[in-house]
């Protein structure tokens, strides 16, 4: 469950990731400011909001209203209003962004890169990424100098396992616009080869070169999950803090500081930080990282009613057609039918081949009992030589099934010298298969 | 990686689905939604708090209605969640009157499930809430703000509607868009309604809310306004047309010459200005021609200025930069103002000063080049040095034409959306052509009758002034400067308070 996440997909349509702050301002005083704008009808929001792109989705409303034949604009409103979905967790802007793109593509088919741009980051969003590679290289024909465009490269290359390629396009995309955007997918292309120092040194320009106190909770969150994941729970609590002084109600911050709690043994604190979370945003990977937490201290009922929230967004996933990715197939693993997550985790191999997917996919056939295959696709789980301790644990309980013993004590002790509390379920175990023998 | 993955996916997973969008809840299966329906009364104010949570909330929510764990939700299980939800919801609204806060008594609540996607359920939760208030015996200002689950994303309004009391200028509707958060307005162009705090300011008497006067207020909702709204859009699409023919280019360099023309027959740009600048000066065809080109070449670098501008800065903010803008020009305004009140001070000492004036007047009529050759020789110890005089001309100009017209940005703005620029400069250059006839004519208009009849300058004043929305206002300034004997220092006052009037105004708009 600690592995990091992907700053590559929030970073996504977050270029320029803003305004989560200001979402958590407006929630609690915005005293409605009522401009009498030039001379068109006042939208259902009458509110003029503080944040840069919610007043720039207002001005663009604005604008289309009076030309509504302007592809530009409704292109630049879809990217917006994938963004401000992404910032705000408010899904209903994404069916808007969808709308707001087809009509821009409606109104110019050919040379529109901006909607190119639009659509590869929404299909990104969807877990297309085999779309959103399509919308990028289409976009790149038409202007091959388009850092966001290379930006929507690199996230779709990377999810789907060209790890090259797309340090390669993170580096045109930082020539062509240098920023907190770049160095955020060179910092996580670094951390995938195993290259921590290289991760932090990206990470912290993006921290300097941070825009607004959303970019800051950015680039601390993920400094802080560099920091967790390799074990250093104080400088990660040191790094959400900080993020959370910039962006009080910024989610991720939160779980972030719940795991390291967790980790420095303060249960109460983090079972509180995590009521937070998913009562804000009941994200599953969230709700399925808290029922965790309150499995392994012993909260069995609680942790069961989290299971059943992830179990109710898990169907309403399969009723919209979507699968729920490595969360669900490690859930079922773990807790419900192993060959569910069998399946669901061989279907993601095919439209994510990302190492995610590979231990995902790896643990779910050792809990069916094959090892053997199982190995495989642990192995390449770690081929890139990413220092995930999830990805060993798994190895060595695969490699003990198959009898392995020693391989399995060298890759628990792995997943514990990377991170000796990666997992509240997971590292115990750990601790007693490394130290089985010794 | 998975957590950032699913914070895409499963927002989008959850709306996005394949025509389950019929289905799945409106507003996203995260949120929980919230209605303040207020009923404000001379004796109570009632709400009708109306809270609607999606599937996942309501699923978050269903161990703690499920008291006894049975895993179905009973009659009993749902209206005990209900008196306790509706306990909360009237402890999280809160309401003053008048900086005297009010306690809310829960008359009645409901909890009912309703079908939503995914053979899952969504929760509405009712609570009808009252406070007891005396709002018969003279103005109150009450304040309301839901503060209830406030940190989860979601659909926030309010409504208010009056009973046996008058809602003075209430900036919430009285009725609910979204019928009570039971068919949410799905508009492209707009973003989720996010009100969570109301202030209204309620009189004793009858009336039904005011929220239409608000709208009223909206500057230029008249008639006329209506009209030069619908050429704007006329024109707006016309620079936006998809294939740009002669004809259609040419029609619209013509559209964009009237709204440039209509726009600057509308309230505030300067014409009472200029007009008792040129009445104060005894002002030239010339001096009207020159204001007029200033206005063009200032508005047209400005519109193009501003437009440069935007594109490339994407944190400027239109309005903002208009707004400051209309701080500058009404002090410049006043500037000139100053300017004219020194040298009406100055020609006041002077003694041949009136007698000379009315002469001046006839003079510029017909030969400017002579007028101004006049004013040195005849008038040389009281006239000011020509430099200044045009500097005044040019300052006034410069104030009519600094603020950018709205509408010809989002011209340009458009044609260069559309990689017209070029047409589009052209079309802002036409544009503030059309704003300098209609000034240029004011002024004419002005000096013609000046020139005529020296003695009703005035009335030439008055007519220019017709449609400034300071009309009534300045209709008692008039009256006074009529008795005076129109002396050029009150004109000189008048630049000065109009110009500072202005420049109060665009404050004001903050």
Redesign the interface.
């Known amino acids: 469950m600690s592995t990091r996440t992907s700053p590559a997909l929030l970073v996504a349509a977050g270029v320029g990731c803003l305004a989560l702050s200001a979402v958590a301002l407006s929630a609690g005083s915005a005293p409605e400011r009522h401009r009498p704008v030039t001379s068109a009808p006042t939208p259902v929001a009458a509110t003029a909001p503080a944040d840069p792109t919610a007043a720039e989705i207002a001005r663009t409303q604005q604008h289309l209203r009076s030309v509504p034949r302007d592809y530009n604009a409704w292109a630049t409103l879809g990217l917006d209003y994938v963004q401000q979905a992404k910032v705000t967790i408010d899904p209903t802007y994404y069916p808007k962004a969808t709308s707001a793109l087809a009509r821009s593509l409606q109104l110019a088919p050919r040379d529109n890169f901006v909607a190119m741009a639009g659509e590869a980051a929404l299909a990104a969003a969807r877990h297309d990424f085999a779309g959103a590679l399509g919308w990028a290289n289409r976009g790149l024909a038409i202007d091959p100098k388009s850092a966001v465009l290379e930006g929507a490269l690199t996230d779709a290359l990377t999810q789907l396992g060209h790890y090259r390629a797309a340090e390669a396009a993170a580096r045109r995309m930082e020539l062509l616009r240098p920023g907190a955007d770049a160095e955020a997918r060179l910092s996580y292309a670094a951390e995938l080869r195993g290259d921590l120092p290289a991760a932090r040194l990206y990470m912290r320009e993006a921290l300097r070169d941070a825009v607004g106190p959303s970019d800051v909770a950015f680039a601390r969150y993920y400094l802080g999950e560099l920091d967790f994941n390799s074990g250093h729970f104080r400088a990660a609590l040191h790094e959400y803090a900080a993020g959370l002084a910039a962006v009080p109600s910024y989610a991720a911050l939160l779980e972030g500081r719940a795991k390291a709690r967790a980790a420095l043994g303060d249960t109460t604190g983090a079972i509180h930080d995590f009521a937070t979370v998913v009562s804000r945003a009941p994200q599953p990977t969230y709700v399925l990282e808290f029922g965790r937490l309150l499995l392994s201290r012993g909260r069995n009922r609680a942790a069961q009613q989290q299971f059943a929230v992830f179990r109710a967004e898990e169907q309403l996933f399969r009723a919209n057609g979507v699968r729920l990715d490595t969360d669900q197939t490690l859930f079922e693993a773990d807790f419900g039918d192993p060959h569910i997550a069998v399946v669901s985790g061989g279907a993601a191999l095919h439209t994510r081949p990302f190492l995610d997917t590979y231990d995902a996919y790896g643990w779910a056939l050792h809990r069916v009992g094959n090892d053997r295959t199982a190995l495989r696709f642990a192995d390449r789980a770690l081929q890139t030589g990413m220092r995930n301790a999830l990805f060993h644990f798994h190895r060595a309980v695969i490699e003990q099934s198959l009898g392995r013993s020693a391989a399995a004590r060298r890759d628990a002790a792995t997943a514990l010298h990377i991170n000796q509390a990666f997992d509240p379920i997971d590292a115990p175990i750990a601790r007693r298969l490394a130290g089985a023998t010794s | ?18 025509a ?2 019929a289905s ?1 809840h ?6 929980v939604n919230h209605y303040d329906g207020l009923t404000i009364s001379s004796t109570h104010i009632d709400d009708r708090a109306i809270v609607d949570a999606a ?3 309501t ?2 929510a ?2 703690s209605i499920d008291t006894n764990a049975d895993g179905a939700l009973g009659p009993a299980e749902r209206s005990a969640y209900a008196a306790r939800s509706c306990a909360a919801v009237a402890a999280a609204v809160r309401i003053d009157v008048s900086g005297r806060a009010l306690t809310w008594r829960v008359q009645s609540s409901a909890y009912v499930l309703r079908p939503g ?4 359920s969504t929760g509405r939760l009712t609570c009808q809430l009252t406070a007891p208030v005396a709002l018969s015996d003279g103005a109150r200002v009450v304040h309301v703000a839901d ?1 209830y689950r ?4 979601g659909w926030h309004e309010i409504t208010a509607t009056a009973d046996g009391v008058h809602l003075q200028r209430s ?1 919430v509707p009285a009725r609910s ?1 979204s019928d009570e958060l039971l068919h949410y ?14 202030t209204i300011d309620v009189r004793p008497g009858t009336g039904l809310s005011t929220f239409a006067t608000g ?1 009223a ?4 909702a008249g008639p006329v ?1 209506r009209i030069v ?1 619908r050429i ?2 006329l024109f ?2 016309l ?4 294939h740009l023919t002669l004809g259609v280019g040419l029609l619209a360099v013509l559209v964009s010459m009237l709204l440039g023309a209509s726009h600057a027959a509308l309230p505030g740009h300067g014409k009472t200005v200029m007009a008792a600048y040129l009445a104060g000066k005894r002002g030239s065809v010339r001096d009207a021609v020159v204001v007029g080109a200033t206005v063009t070449v200032t508005h047209t670098a400005g519109v193009l200025l501003l437009g440069l501008a935007l594109t490339v800065s ?2 400027l ?3 903002a930069v208009e707004r400051d803008l209309g701080v500058v020009s009404g002090l410049l305004v006043a500037a000139v103002g100053v300017g004219l009140l020194v040298s009406a001070v100055r020609r006041a000492r002077g003694s041949a000063a009136d007698d000379h004036g009315h002469q001046h007047g006839h003079d510029h009529g017909h030969d400017h080049a002579h007028g101004h050759a006049h004013d040195h020789s005849h008038d040389g110890e009281n006239a000011e040095p020509h430099r200044q005089r045009r500097a005044g001309l040019v300052g006034m100009g410069i104030a009519g034409g600094l603020v950018p017209s ?2 010809a940005l ?2 340009l ?2 044609a260069v ?2 990689g017209r620029t070029l047409f589009g400069a052209l079309l802002v250059v036409t544009y503030g052509l059309g704003m300098a006839a209609t000034l240029t004519a004011a002024g004419l208009l002005l000096v013609r009758l000046s020139s005529r009849w020296p003695g009703r300058r005035i009335a030439g004043l008055v007519a220019v002034r017709l449609t400034d929305r300071w009309s009534p206002w300045l209709a008692r300034r008039r009256l006074a400067q009529r008795l005076s004997g129109a002396t050029p220092l009150v004109t000189a006052g008048l630049v000065v308070v109009v110009g500072l009037g202005l420049a109060a105004r665009s404050i004001a ?1 903050l």
């Open positions: 990686m998975k957590r950032a993955l699913v914070l895409g996916v499963a927002t989008v997973a959850l709306t996005l689905g394949p389950v969008a799945a409106p507003l996203g299966n995260f949120t599937e996942i909330p699923a978050q269903k161990p996607a995914a053979g899952l503060g406030a940190d989860r994303v900036p868009v307005p799905n508009d492209l162009l707009s973003s989720p309604l996010d009100v969570r705090s109301a709208l207020k909206v500057p230029g306004a709204e704007n859009s707006a699409n620079a936006g047309a998809r994407s944190s903010a239109g309005d709205p509408s989002v011209v703005l458009g959306a559309l708009v």
